[in-house]
């Protein structure tokens, strides 16, 4: 949020990343070929403010781990704002922007050095980062590693002597070492047992209460979505498509995406006596977008207007809905 101060425009406190006009674009060569350009993601708009989950949901391929991985700077921006804690993104250090801002992978086997124990994956923000000495590195591995429910005698262990969700409590562990203000979660747990994703989901809601962190968690999965989010971001071929509070996102979906999404989730509450929408057609290539609403190929409710440009996000019964037809 934005206020003004004696002329001067401010972020407001409690926005801790404010992304505005942000592209990513691939570019994909082929040997002999002309080079193409992929636009994973398009124009995003979004805030994430102190203790709050904004979720990400969409189907695989609309640009959740790409957003991810820019945000980390895992990969650079094409183009596109980014603040972050009021200063902007580039302006960081390494290790300022290391404690700003961490993630979780989906696959914490992959994303875990297997040659290295328990202990020293977990102190390796605090070697690479700060000055502290072995003794208080150990003590505070000790102290996160009980946070996070991992007993002491797992600390002289590797990654492969843990279960998948043990796995993915040391993840969590690493990525708050440094005490972060904002952890990317990106489908957390995707990986693992339904019986085993809950206890991790319960433990990442314990662990943002006590460190007041903020969460931008992403998943597929609608009912882990609901489950986590304060508010919610629906994205389809790299485009917000929708972006309100979990309740307008549940209760009262307007894109004809997000509909579908709710009515093809199986787990989540649906609505009585909702009407049953079906999705029609292919997926379109992200190479190759259509001119006009990317989901005008699917879309039961599609007009003409729709196949001749893309609509941008508006704001519709108190969220932003980027679409022609929805009221
Ligand atoms: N390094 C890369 N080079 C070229 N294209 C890429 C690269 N990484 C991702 N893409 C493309 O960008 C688009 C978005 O991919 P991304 O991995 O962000 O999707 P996603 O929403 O995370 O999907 P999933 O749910 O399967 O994880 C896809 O079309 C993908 O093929
Ligand atoms: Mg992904």
């Not at 390796?124 to 000790?142: C, F, G, H, M, Y």
């Not at 071929?237 to 579908?260: A, C, M, S, W």
């Amino acid at each position: 949020m934005l206020t003004s101060n004696g002329g001067k425009i401010i972020m407001s406190e409690s926005n801790l990343l404010k992304v505005s006009g942000l592209d990513k674009v691939y570019d994909i060569k082929k040997l002999m070929m002309p080079t193409l350009k992929l636009k994973a993601l398009t124009n995003i708009h979004f805030h994430v403010d102190r203790k709050e989950t904004l979720g990400i949901v969409g189907e695989s391929g609309c640009g959740k781990s790409t957003l991810a991985k820019v945000l980390t700077k895992l990969e650079a921006r094409t183009n596109g704002n980014i603040e972050l804690i009021g200063k902007p993104f580039d302006s960081f250090t390494g290790a300022e922007f290391h404690s700003a801002i961490q993630m979780v992978f989906q696959d914490p086997y992959q994303s875990l050095n297997p040659r290295k124990k328990a202990i020293d994956i977990i102190a390796d923000p605090l070697v690479i980062n700060t000055q502290k000495s072995s003794a208080e590195i150990k003590d505070l591995v000790l102290e996160m590693m009980k946070k996070v429910g991992l007993r002491e005698e797992f600390a002289t262990r590797y990654p492969h002597h843990f279960s998948g969700g043990q796995r993915q409590r040391l993840g969590i562990a690493r990525a708050l070492m440094l005490q972060p203000e904002i952890l990317i979660l990106d489908e957390p747990v995707s990986a693992l047992d339904v019986s085993i994703q809950a206890q991790v989901l319960n433990l990442l809601l314990e662990l943002q209460k006590e460190f007041s962190l903020a969460y931008l968690f992403i998943s597929h999965d609608l009912s882990v979505i609901q489950h986590m989010s304060d508010r919610i971001m629906v994205m389809y071929l790299g485009r917000v498509v929708e972006y309100g509070t979990r309740d307008q996102i549940f209760n009262n979906p307007l894109h004809p995406y997000t509909k579908i999404l709710l009515e093809s989730a199986p787990q989540t509450n649906r609505r009585e006596n909702s009407e049953h929408i079906t999705v029609k057609g292919e997926l379109p290539s992200a190479l190759n977008l259509p001119v006009g609403c990317a989901f005008e190929p699917r879309c039961p409710y599609a007009q003409e207007s729709c196949k001749k440009s893309v609509p941008l996000l508006e704001i519709k019964q108190g969220r932003e809905v980027a679409c022609f037809v929805a009221q």
